[in-house]
C-alpha cells in the first residue's frame, strides 16, 4: 500500500458526507475576545492580524541515583504570548491601551496637555482590582457542530510595542502587545456528524408515516346544497321551492382493492408505502431492486 492510501484513510479523506473530523484545523479561523472589569460584555477584537496559542515549557532536574541518570520535574513556566492589532482609525484598540495603563499607573500617557504632564501625579498606583483584564478567550471553530475554545487566565501586558511609520511603506498600522499570564485552559468540544448519522435521518425522513394516504373528510360533504334559492310557494299545504333536489355522494365507505393490497395494521417495512382506497389504508410493496 503506497503511503497516500495510508495519508487518504487515517485523515478521513473518503468521506463523502458529513463533517470531516481527521484534518487538522485552520490557522484563519479563531475569534478572540477580552474580559476586563471595565466593560461588561467581553471586547470583541475583530481586527487583528494575529494571536499567539499559550504554550509551556516544564522545569527539570537530573540527577544522579547510584550512577544512574533520574529526571525530576520540578515546575512548569507559561511562555508569554502576542497579539497583532490594526491601529485602526476608530482608535479603539489604543483606548483599550490607555484604560489599561492608567488602571495601574498615572503617567503622561493619559494627560490632556503640558500643564497636566507638569501638575498631575506620576507612578505606580495600587489599584482596588488586581487584574485589569481577567481572561483572553480564543474561540476556533471549523464546522458547525466542533469548536475549541482556549482561555487565558489573569493575563498582564509586559511590552507595547507601536508600528514604525515610513513613507515608503503603504501596509497598514500595527501593535505588537506581549502578555504574560497565570494559567490557561483548552477545550475542545461537539461531536462531527458522520455519513452514517446523515442516512439514518434521510431514511427516517423518507419512511411512510402512518397518517400517509389518508383523506380528510368532512363531515357535511355527504350532500351537495345549492344555495341559490328562489320563490318559495306552498302547493296542498306543503312547501316547495325551485330548488335542486339534493345530490348523494359515492358511499365513501365502498372499498375497491384491485390490486389485492393488504391492509395497513401500523408496521412498514422498508421501501414500502401506503395508499387510501375510500378511507381505507393499504400496504404498497417496495419496488422491486433489479
Known amino acids: 500500500m503506497a503511503i497516500g492510501?495510508?495519508?487518504?484513510?487515517?485523515y478521513s479523506q473518503g468521506q463523502r458526507r458529513g463533517e470531516i473530523d481527521a484534518v487538522p484545523r485552520n490557522k484563519y479561523s479563531f475569534t478572540v475576545s477580552l474580559n476586563y472589569i471595565d466593560s461588561p460584555t467581553p471586547l470583541s477584537l475583530v481586527r487583528i492580524?494575529?494571536?499567539?496559542?499559550?504554550?509551556?515549557?516544564?522545569?527539570?532536574?537530573?540527577?544522579?541515583?547510584?550512577n544512574a541518570k533520574k529526571t525530576v520535574l520540578t515546575g512548569i513556566d507559561y511562555t508569554p504570548i502576542t497579539i497583532t492589532a490594526y491601529d485602526?482609525?476608530?482608535?479603539?484598540?489604543e483606548k483599550f491601551l490607555k484604560d489599561y495603563t492608567a488602571h495601574y499607573v498615572d503617567g503622561p500617557l493619559n494627560n490632556d496637555d503640558y500643564n497636566a504632564f507638569l501638575?498631575?501625579?506620576?507612578?505606580?498606583?495600587?489599584?482596588?482590582s488586581r487584574n485589569y483584564i481577567r481572561s483572553i478567550i480564543i474561540n476556533r471553530k471549523d464546522s458547525k457542530n466542533l469548536e475549541n475554545v482556549i482561555e487565558i487566565y489573569n493575563p498582564y501586558i509586559t511590552n507595547i510595542d507601536s508600528d514604525t511609520l515610513d513613507y515608503g511603506d503603504s501596509s497598514p498600522?500595527?501593535?505588537?502587545?506581549?502578555?504574560?499570564?497565570e494559567g490557561f485552559k483548552i477545550l475542545s468540544s461537539g461531536q462531527a456528524t458522520t455519513e452514517a448519522?446523515?442516512?439514518?435521518?434521510?431514511?427516517?425522513?423518507?419512511?411512510?408515516?402512518a397518517n400517509d394516504g389518508f383523506v380528510e373528510v368532512d363531515n357535511f360533504s355527504e350532500f351537495e346544497v345549492n344555495n341559490e334559492f328562489k320563490d318559495i310557494e306552498a302547493v296542498d299545504g306543503?312547501?316547495?321551492?325551485?330548488?335542486?333536489?339534493l345530490k348523494e355522494l359515492p358511499d365513501v365507505n365502498e372499498t375497491s382493492n384491485p390490486d389485492n393490497l393488504k391492509r395497513f395494521k401500523g408496521k412498514l417495512k422498508t421501501g414500502e408505502a401506503i395508499r387510501n382506497i375510500n378511507?381505507?389504508?393499504y400496504i404498497v410493496p417496495a419496488p422491486i431492486k433489479r
Open 197 to 209: 448519522e446523515i442516512l439514518q435521518a434521510e431514511e427516517f425522513a423518507s419512511a411512510a408515516d
Open 238 to 245: 306543503k312547501i316547495t321551492s325551485n330548488q335542486k333536489q
Open 5 to 10: 492510501d495510508s495519508a487518504y484513510k487515517v
Open 49 to 66: 492580524a494575529n494571536v499567539q496559542i499559550p504554550t509551556y515549557v516544564y522545569r527539570s532536574q537530573t540527577l544522579n541515583a547510584y
Open 119 to 128: 501638575n498631575n501625579p506620576k507612578g505606580i498606583k495600587t489599584p482596588e
Open 173 to 181: 498600522a500595527i501593535y505588537r502587545v506581549t502578555f504574560t499570564y
Open 88 to 93: 485602526t482609525k476608530d482608535a479603539v484598540f
Open 279 to 281: 378511507g381505507v389504508s
